[in-house]
């Protein structure tokens, strides 16, 4: 992990041009810097992107915050988090995320409002391509990131079969404006052993290593401040004491202020830890600069 | 054999439009428009043909020099002309049956140090006028675009920086 935190922190310092040019932070076009995942990049609700979080452009910094509450029939999931962009080149982001089991936690043997978390660290830097500009070519934007997740209750964690508490993702985005379809589309590759989105840990009884996961994502603009879309998150299913889904969302994200919008979205997180049928709420509030 | 072409060129050009500043002479081309037309009539029917772009454009420029993130960059620039090249780039691109005779992306841009930011602010401002003119969004983007990839010659000049030195 940290050989892997130092290769990709000299490509981010070799990825820099001399800068030559008046710094300025903001400009960014609306919504080109996505919206904040429950990981803490920037992406979609679900999904991280290749966008780079904050409002700055490739001459200064910007930042963002984001609150999420995922409702779901048994269980809350919340997610609160900064990132920082820089250049538009990188980012660097932290979410902290909370997982109530309510009811469901005295069922499960854990105690009624057990709850589980965990701190996701990010680093993503923008590789090649830009997802806004270049309308006349087909290239997206990509970029790759590394997110390293500690959980916490690691001897619950073991209990239920996972091998590790702490754990990195890795990852490569593709993104696109289609501006002349007023689409946005995105493809993530993720390679992780996180149960669960770390909740549960890394690894299990079933698979302990790293597995290659998508993120897919598509979005329609009704408006220059206003994306509507649907996307999907495989995960790994390494537990043997329940079985782990694929997950979906229909979101709609709106920037109702320059610095600041709101994601709504149906989510669908099928079965957590043997309870059915997750299905609820995600809503995200989001301020940038 | 083909000095008299070039010379009427030089007449053509030597008549400077009233109300407009004399610019050095350059070749006029319709390729200087950055981008090539729309091959149908919907995008000039979107945007409410000449009557609707000269609004757009009037008031895009009125915008930019109001707006205080650009602002500067139009001081001593002759608006007049800018909106008469403005109105013609985009009666060309969007097939409205014009002849683009400005000049290039790059020789209009040059040394104005414009960065993403203030690309950025313009877009906002051209998308503002085209929604007071009622443009549908669709379109709006299909413009839009068309114009984006103009970043790269009109950005910080990126290559003609990189060659000049201490650029």
Known sequence: ?289 | MSFVPIILLLMTQAATPPGEQPVAPYPHHNANAGATPFADARMWQAFHESAGVGRIVDDLVATNIADPRISDIFKGQDMVRLRRTLKEQFCYLLNGGCDYSGRAMAAAHADMGIQDADMAALVENLQAAMRREHVSFAAQNRLLAKLAPMRRTIVKQRDLDRRRPGG
């Open chain 1, 1 to 289: 992990m940290f050989k892997s935190a130092l290769l990709l922190s000299t490509a981010i310092v070799a990825a820099f041009p001399a800068m030559a040019h008046e710094r300025r932070d903001g400009g960014k076009l609306l919504l080109t810097g996505g919206v904040s995942s429950v990981d803490g990049a920037a992406g979609g609700g679900l999904a991280s992107w290749a966008l780079i979080a904050g409002d700055e452009t490739e001459d200064g910094r910007g930042g963002s915050a984001h609150a999420t509450y995922v409702a779901l029939p048994d269980f809350d999931l919340t997610s609160a988090g900064v990132a920082a962009g820089f250049s538009n080149r990188v980012e660097i982001s932290y979410a902290y995320q909370r997982f109530d089991t309510r009811k469901a936690g005295a069922a499960l043997g854990l105690g009624r409002g057990f709850t589980f978390g965990q701190h996701v660290i990010g680093a993503k830097l923008r590789l090649a391509g830009d997802a806004v500009w270049d309308q006349d070519r087909l290239m997206p934007q990509v970029a790759v990131g590394v997110q390293y997740h500690i959980a916490e209750k690691a001897p619950v964690l073991r209990a239920v079969g996972a091998r590790e508490s702490e754990s990195a993702d890795f990852y490569i985005a593709a993104t696109k404006i289609l501006l002349a379809q007023g689409m946005v589309v995105n493809g993530t590759v993720r390679f992780t052993n996180a149960n669960q989105f770390g909740l549960l840990g890394f690894g299990g009884d079933r698979h302990r290593g790293r597995s290659a996961q998508f993120e897919g994502s598509a979005g329609k603009l009704l408006a220059a401040n206003l994306l509507a879309g649907v996307e999907y998150r495989t995960k790994p299913d390494n537990l043997g004491f329940a079985q782990e889904d694929d997950s979906y969302d229909l979101f709609v994200a709106w920037a109702f202020h320059r610095h600041a919008s709101l994601t709504a979205a149906y989510v669908d997180l099928g079965d957590i830890a043997t309870v059915k049928r997750q299905r609820g709420l995600f809503l995200s509030l989001q301020g940038s600069l």
